[in-house]
């Protein structure tokens, strides 16, 4: 499964849910959709969706999620990025290109005011659980591979530093009044 159909699936998916700023509903429909595929759609599905983790894994983003989620360990930037896969393809990239549009999501303003975080480990296994229910078998822990790249040496700061991260991320420090 290449990525066009990968948000193909995400986007099926979407439809299905009536609120989608709660990912764990867009990844329940997306794993149900994905175990109608043949076993090989689901272990290529897996592979797609590591490539978006990867292409996702960059300091600003993780500085976004530091802000929105008040704090972003390894793990939670594997759930803020899950989260953000579960809000499409257009959202995805836009966010990527800037993640301080973020910040203009109304998903995102609704979980401001209202002090959740936002996560979507669930996200990230929609081809586990696919392959699962249509082979009942895991899925092959060598079936895929995660190659990350090197984050961006000129974000390497302390997240904590207010001032810096209101220069770099002005529209989310301000919404999160950080």
Not at 113 to 135: F, M, P, R, V, Y
Not at 142 to 155: E, G, K, Q
Request: aromatic share 10%; hydrophobic share 45%.
């Amino acid at each position: 499964m290449n990525k066009e159909r990968f948000w193909e699936l995400i986007e099926k998916a979407r439809e299905r849910v009536p609120d989608t700023r709660e990912g764990s509903d867009i990844a329940g429909h997306a794993s149900a959709l994905l175990a109608r595929c043949s076993a090989q759609e689901i272990i290529a599905a897996q592979q797609t969706l590591w490539d978006l983790m990867a292409d996702s894994y960059r300091n600003p983003l993780w500085a976004a999620a530091y802000v929105v989620n008040g704090g972003c360990s390894d793990d939670g930037f594997d759930y803020f990025r899950g989260w953000l896969i579960a809000q499409g393809r257009t959202t995805f990239e836009r966010v990527l290109a800037d993640p301080d549009a973020l910040a203009e999501l109304p998903g995102v303003l609704t979980a401001a005011d209202e002090g959740i975080d936002l996560d979507c480990e669930d996200i990230l296994s929609i081809a586990w659980n696919a392959h699962e229910k249509a082979t009942g078998k895991e899925l092959p822990a060598d079936a895929f591979t995660i190659r990350y790249p090197c984050l961006d040496p000129a974000w390497d700061f302390d997240f904590d530093d207010r001032a810096e991260m209101a220069r770099r991320l002005p529209a989310l420090t301000a919404l999160y009044s950080y």
